[in-house]
């Protein structure tokens, strides 16, 4: 151990989802996120390329006007597709709109590469390649056959200038001297040769592709359904435990109020190493009760879903002061102090789960105050704004964290070496506990310490603006 040295780790595990489509339409998202952000680098590129047009920098006769029309459709298509996709991106399961978003793109930037490709003297110029990029972007974002109709079409604007110029709708357009392009221009053979040669490399390059990416597509959807299959496995673990916690609890509850009948003399005096035995007997029971109580409490935390919570705006001040007051009843038994220093702290609303909320800083608190040592024991709450967040923090001087353990402590069941040492009857549950609360709120929470010094949590959670009625917390204490 490094006793001295403050070591701090940071956990945000982000907020909860569902697997299968909803996984599905967050990759789509991202990727329609992705496509929209490159072709804001395609604009920086044209508005270079007319730069370096009206500089006269090039060996080529470039045109800044022609660069300065494509910089100026692009941007206007993509701020409306922008603004189009701030709708789509906020809601789930729009998967096909999310698709024509991302056809409709790529038909703009056929567009504006078309008349590009035009004005740079068609086959003067490799702008055609820059047209399977969006092939291979057409077999990530949509099916075998879908990408093949973008294939398609990617031909067909690559070709169109090169064809209009041969059939005379289009005057010819050349950046060089243009013996070449009269060259093509002047027979058919040769313009059509160049035409389905395009063909060709077209559709070879989306035939490889799209096998590449169905191939890996396949793989993708065999991890979902392993994913779903281990969601399943874990929820049908998860309620056998609270089936059989549960079947524990009721029994368990009568023995220990017959050991509490014994203990407290309601059967008669007993002799003092009998005593001594049935007050052992109590306090294990206690203990067990405790740890049943928090599995049973993991579990349907385990299996809630944010949509199933009640949510509401909350005072989180409120909700800190009433865990306070609790867990300084807690620290009197062992001689350790509590100061909130947050009662005079003007409210901060953030959306939750009243409940939930006390259990989490309950749990902390009842951290803070066991892994203290008695009648030296110190423990400080903190409650501060950060921007568009509140962070609440539990501080302790108490026994600290290994470093090597930090990663650790959230896991069920885990205790370290120190702990173990010095409070003997925890479950190692409490910190599961929170890691729940902690995700099911979309918070984030920040552990600092020092071995032999004491350590401190805090959570930061996102401030609401609470313009309805606000509720009272203030009478929701000691509920767990």
């Given at each position: 151990m490094e006793e001295g040295k403050k070591h701090s780790f940071f956990y945000d595990w982000g907020s909860v989802t569902t697997y299968a489509s909803d996984l599905r339409s967050q990759e789509m998202v991202a990727r329609a996120r992705w496509f929209l952000k490159m072709r804001?680098?395609?604009?920086?590129?044209?508005?270079?390329?007319?730069?370096?047009?009206?500089?006269?920098?090039?060996p080529a006769d470039l045109d800044?006007?022609?660069?300065?029309?494509?910089?100026?459709?692009?941007?206007?298509?993509?701020?409306?597709?922008?603004l189009i996709g701030r709708n789509l991106f906020g809601n789930k399961g729009r998967e096909r709109e999310l698709q024509m978003l991302l056809a409709a793109e790529m038909m703009a930037d056929f567009?504006?590469?078309?008349?590009?490709?035009?004005?740079?003297?068609?086959?003067?110029?490799?702008?055609?390649?820059?047209?399977?990029?969006?092939?291979?972007?057409?077999?990530?974002?949509?099916?075998?056959?879908?990408?093949?109709?973008?294939?398609?079409?990617?031909?067909?604007?690559?070709?169109?200038?090169?064809?209009?110029?041969?059939?005379?709708?289009?005057?010819?357009?050349?950046i060089?001297?243009?013996?070449?392009?009269?060259?093509?221009?002047?027979?058919?053979?040769?313009?059509?040769g160049f035409v389905f040669a395009t063909?060709?490399?077209?559709?070879?390059?989306?035939?490889?592709?799209?096998?590449?990416?169905?191939?890996?597509?396949?793989r993708e959807h065999q991890l979902e359904d392993a994913h779903r299959m281990l969601i399943r496995l874990d929820k049908e673990k998860t309620q056998a435990t609270l089936m059989a916690t549960h079947e524990l609890k009721a029994p368990f509850a009568v023995i220990k109020s017959f050991v509490y009948t014994l203990r407290d003399g309601y059967c008669g005096p007993l002799p003092e190493k009998a005593q001594e035995v049935v007050q052992r007997i109590g306090e294990r029971c206690d203990q067990l009760t405790t740890r049943i109580t928090d599995i049973i409490h993991l579990?349907?935390?385990?299996?809630?879903?944010?949509?199933?919570?009640?949510?509401?705006?909350?005072?989180?001040?409120?909700?800190?002061?009433?865990?306070?007051?609790?867990?300084?009843?807690?620290?009197?038994?062992?001689?350790?102090?509590?100061?909130?220093?947050a009662e005079n702290a003007p409210p901060a609303y953030i959306l939750g789960s009243v409940s939930h909320l006390q259990s989490l800083f309950s749990n902390l608190l009842r951290?803070?105050?066991?892994?203290?040592?008695?009648?030296t024991g110190r423990v400080d709450i903190f409650v501060k704004p950060e921007g568009r967040k509140v962070a609440v923090t539990v501080k302790d001087n108490g026994i600290g964290i290994p470093r090597e353990n930090l990663e650790k402590i959230f896991n069920d069941h885990f205790r370290s070496k120190n702990a173990l040492s010095h409070y003997a009857y925890g479950s190692g549950l409490g910190l599961s506990l929170v890691k729940e609360v902690v995700v099911l709120h979309g918070a984030s929470i920040e552990v600092e310490s020092t071995v032999g010094s004491g350590s401190s949590f805090t959570v930061r959670f996102d401030i609401i603006d609470a313009t309805e009625e606000k509720p009272n917390h203030g009478s929701h204490t000691g509920s767990r």
């Open positions: 804001w680098y395609a604009i920086l590129a044209c508005a270079a390329g007319a730069l370096v047009a009206l500089l006269d920098k090039a800044p006007a022609a660069f300065l029309v494509v910089v100026a459709f692009l941007s206007a298509t993509n701020l409306a597709y922008t567009t504006a590469l078309s008349y590009l490709n035009y004005v740079l003297g068609s086959i003067e110029t490799p702008m055609a390649a820059l047209f399977l990029a969006h092939i291979i972007l057409s077999t990530l974002f949509f099916s075998r056959w879908r990408s093949l109709l973008i294939t398609v079409a990617a031909w067909f604007y690559a070709v169109m200038p090169l064809v209009l110029e041969w059939a005379g709708v289009l005057p010819a357009r050349t060089f001297d243009g013996g070449f392009k009269a060259l093509v221009n002047g027979s058919a053979e040769v313009t059509f063909a060709g490399v077209f559709l070879f390059c989306w035939d490889i592709v799209g096998e590449i990416t169905t191939s890996l597509k396949m579990s349907n935390l385990r299996t809630l879903v944010v949509q199933e919570m009640h949510m509401t705006p909350v005072n989180i001040v409120d909700i800190v002061a009433d865990q306070a007051r609790e867990g300084a009843l807690i620290a009197k038994t062992r001689g350790v102090s509590v100061t909130n220093h951290n803070a105050v066991f892994y203290t040592h008695k009648e």
